[in-house]
């Protein structure tokens, strides 16, 4: 039995720029992804894996390189979601830890719960030990700053999706959310649904203009396409992205099935994207 | 064209005891939202007052009968959404504000966000003028206290749903959570598609143990299975309420759908619901 691997780096892309360094970044780290299938590492571990990579990279707009909120605090949001056992954790709101996919985990790990927010996910994280950004402003790097370039986006989110040897599909997204967003704002990446999903039948994790994915429910009705009506995964996946574009919102996202298949469709400029499976394909794009 | 409403005051109800103070007050509720209704109301302007008054009445875990968190905090969730123009606000784990079915409508009314949390919550509650709980200890009587009765489930949440004689359909939903959870944590009643939702199809309020529905999409699931299953309402409801109970969760819902049929399955041993319509239909129960 193969294994598929699908990576984002957020749909914020604007063809004003180029992206050489992400997409040679995103090749690097696709190959690391693809050892990891290759030695039976599971799906969960392996986009956990991808998306702490993503955050620490410093070049989307999540961990090192997330924006600021409109009160010049760094707000973090991420999910994890284990399709094999159906279980979640995600933070939101979380200020003060380097490794939002590593507090997420923790949650899902460590608590009865899915979502913490705030003050008492950074408690917990506390507790937990992770790590810590103790000085905020010399850590944090914002991959996009104020309309560096006129126009261009100003979110982004990562994300990973997997099915590993075992059939076993895990999906896990991480943001900086929204530049100049409002103190507290949660988007559609920490909510299980919304922007990250994974069951039996579907891994997904979603980026762009967080809350038509949340009207939207988009990565919950990619599932929910495929079981109640019989579509395939790269159909399901564009009608529920068609249906949060006609809410008014952009983005694209990343999926994989159980069979192994995988999509990657984006309505918006470009979306950062990485495909490998154990069949040979490898791809890196950030344009269509 | 007829209306119909449904509310409900948690799925955590004992036989242990009885709810004749509950059931009496959600008659009386019943009764001013069906005024509401025949006189031309918007389904959204209802199930906001019905949630409002079923926080300020102190007999269900959510509001003034709130239970606090394991820090002896008390943090509130809600969310609404519009099912007509498809909006939706909520606030997740906000401290010191009275009437959290508000802050959500004015997340929904007053930003471009879906969802905002902790500090940043209350910061913007602050903004808009709501009312503030000056003294915590004062205010809140915890409508479960611990173990009261052995057995009897420390969780509960109310909501509301409604098509409004125009045709318009509207979901509502508000917790206190559940007793000792943990700082920060965020059930599914503030989590569009997973406690809460509206569209043109369905509107949907959840309540009772949130991590399960928030694992199972409950409420977009039961849309959903309408859209691509052709399933009716009441077979969405109890599918997608099995579904949840399959992963190990109790609870209940509360939903209506474009044709004004309601429905208000549980899984747990009895849901505080009320159902009115405009053909008549007028009932309040606890139990079976």
Same mark, same amino acid.
């Given at each position: ?97 380097? *490794?939002? !996919?590593? #507090? ?6 460590? &608590?009865? +719960?899915?979502?913490? $927010? %705030?003050?008492? =996910? ?97 990565? *919950?009705? !990619?599932? #929910? ?6 579509? &395939?995964? +790269?159909?399901?996946? $564009? %009608?529920?992205? =068609? ?46």
């Amino acid at each position: 039995m193969g294994w598929s691997l699908a990576v984002h780096g957020g749909a914020g892309p604007s063809k004003h720029r180029t992206y050489e360094a992400e997409e040679a970044h995103m090749t690097a780290l696709l190959e690391r992804g693809a050892d990891m299938l290759d030695d039976g590492a599971s799906a969960l571990d392996v986009v956990t894996a991808m998306v702490r990579e993503l955050e620490e990279s410093g070049q989307h707009v999540d961990g090192k390189g997330a924006s600021a909120n409109s009160e010049g605090v760094y707000e973090l949001d991420a999910a994890v979601m284990d399709g094999a056992a159906r279980r979640a954790g995600a933070v939101a709101a979380l200020v003060g830890f380097r *490794a939002p !996919i590593l #507090a997420a985990r923790a949650v899902m790990e460590k &608590t009865p +719960h899915v979502l913490l $927010a %705030g003050q008492g =996910a950074a408690a917990f994280c506390g507790r937990q030990g992770l790590e810590q950004v103790p000085d905020p402003a010399a850590y944090y790097t914002p991959a996009v700053k104020k309309a560096l370039v006129q126009g261009e986006l100003a979110h982004g989110t990562v994300g990973a999706v997997a099915r590993d040897a075992s059939g076993r599909l895990a999906a896990a997204t991480s943001t900086g959310g929204l530049l100049n967003k409002l103190a507290g704002r949660v988007g559609d990446a920490p909510l299980i649904g919304s922007g990250t999903w994974a069951d039996e039948r579907v891994a997904v994790s979603c980026t762009g203009q967080g809350e038509f994915f949340i009207r939207a429910a988009v990565a *919950a009705d !990619i599932s #929910a396409r495929m079981r109640y009506g019989g579509q &395939t995964l +790269h159909a399901a996946a $564009a %009608g529920a992205l =068609a249906d949060m574009e006609a809410q008014g919102g952009d983005g694209g996202l990343i999926a994989v099935d159980a069979a192994g298949n995988v999509t990657a469709p984006f309505v918006s400029e470009g979306m950062k994207r990485g495909i490998a499976t154990s069949a040979g394909r490898f791809e890196v794009k950030t344009f269509r």
